[in-house]
């Protein structure tokens, strides 16, 4: 009998040691939530890294690198992995040098993966630089004002504020002594902007609202001539997918949802689209700008030329411009830079593929809509710095 309750005692002692080591090891590796995770891995855990083409992805990266090497000790920003100006100027002087765009990768970065809240999987969608027809009087059909940044629109970096803040931006009129919020898109569809100026009048609304939901494009005038609009300024107003609304009316199923249908449903819909697309409080004012390069797209939020299909717009809270990610997706695995970011990019494993310019890259940018997980590329003395692995706060 003793030696029957001795050996129970001693089966349940063991049970709880095993019980308490798998709790200590899950606990020691799980990730907290509102945590960003880094681990260091070697570029073999890159999905498709091999067959991949890092030529546009180096083309950015220099691009980046002008704008890196600009900056004088500065933090490079997000939740601060990326470290500082300085611990990539002599991987961005190499940068301009190199031909190989594999090895110069290789031999100077170390590749990490990303997990947010133990969560390493994330959305990525595409976007790209519409075409519109322009001119610059009003006559006929062009009858669309497409206007410039209003001379009261005040815009606002929280951040300078609260570092809890960093990233975060609001825009809004000063009245009287106060900053209260600007025009929404119902509004000033009604009455206009008066303290803007109209760049040029388009004859579609819908391409208008397209060209704001992309925030740069292309204008062909109709007397020939052609020019960059790009991002000048936004009314501060929520962003809100329209997508969704036709979702929510039932014009639209979550599985045929793509910025093709969407589109081909106000145009079918023209009785009803103004007041689906005013759903979209949120209103973009523009500038023109010489085409200049027409193989490169309109600067992105890190003020570089954006690269078809090497540029990515990310969440600037959380992630570094000009850092090289990986983006793993069902899509496409290729190396990309963080050079932009968007309303809706919001999030550690978020992005938004750009495309290019034109039909063919709104057709591919319309069908991109994936999972997918990330991998950062970190200059190798600083990831020497982060070792193994390091966990870095995420923004509320």
């Not at 890159?46 to 000790?73: M, V």
């Not at 100006?85 to 190989?100: E, G, L, N, P």
């Not at 929280?158 to 000063?174: C, S, T, Y």
């Not at 997508?243 to 145009?267: F, H, P, Y």
């Amino acid at each position: 009998m003793g030696r029957a309750r001795a050996f129970v005692w001693a089966t349940f002692a063991l049970s709880l040691v095993f019980a308490l080591a798998l709790w200590w090891r899950w606990s020691e590796q799980s990730v907290p939530a509102g945590t960003l995770r880094l681990t260091r891995v070697g570029f073999s855990a890159l999905p498709g890294w091999a067959d991949s083409d890092a030529r546009g992805s180096l083309a950015a990266f220099r691009r980046s690198c002008d704008a890196i090497l600009k900056l004088a000790h500065a933090p490079m920003g997000g939740v601060g992995y990326a470290g500082t100006s300085d611990d990539w100027r002599a991987v961005c002087k190499t940068a301009s040098s190199v031909t190989d765009a594999h090895y110069f990768f290789e031999a100077w970065f170390t590749p990490f993966s990303l997990e947010a809240g133990g969560d390493s999987s994330g959305l990525f969608t595409g976007y790209y630089e519409p075409e519109i027809h322009g001119s610059k009087t009003r006559h006929d059909n062009y009858t669309i004002a497409v206007f410039g940044r209003p001379s009261d629109l005040v815009s606002v970096d929280l951040g300078l504020f609260r570092d809890v803040l960093k990233g975060e931006r609001i825009a809004g009129r000063v009245e009287g002594n106060k900053l209260v919020p600007y025009a929404t898109r119902t509004e000033i569809d009604k009455n206009g902007v008066p303290n803007a100026p109209i760049l040029f009048y388009a004859n579609d609304p819908i391409d208008v609202f397209f060209l704001q939901i992309q925030g740069s494009g292309h204008v062909m005038f109709d007397d020939g001539t052609q020019a960059r609009v790009v991002y000048a300024g936004g009314n501060g107003r929520p962003y809100t997918a329209i997508g969704r609304v036709l979702i929510a009316r039932g014009a639209l199923t979550k599985e045929n949802l793509s910025m093709q249908t969407v589109r081909d449903w106000l145009v079918r819909n023209p009785q009803d689209a103004q007041s689906v697309m005013e759903q979209n409080q949120s209103f973009v004012f523009f500038a023109l700008e010489p085409l200049g390069d027409a193989t490169l797209g309109s600067k992105g939020t890190e003020g570089v030329a954006l690269t078809p299909e090497a540029s990515l717009a990310i969440d600037p809270g959380i992630h570094a411009f000009g850092a090289p990610l990986f983006l793993a997706s069902s899509d496409l695995k290729r190396l990309v830079i963080a050079q932009d970011s968007g309303g809706a990019i919001r999030g550690a494993v978020r992005g938004d593929f750009y495309w290019g310019f034109g039909m063919q890259a709104a057709d591919k940018a319309s069908r991109m809509k994936s999972d997918g997980q990330f991998f950062v590329l970190l200059p190798k003395a600083l990831a020497d710095r982060i070792g193994e692995q390091k966990d870095f706060k995420l923004p509320p």
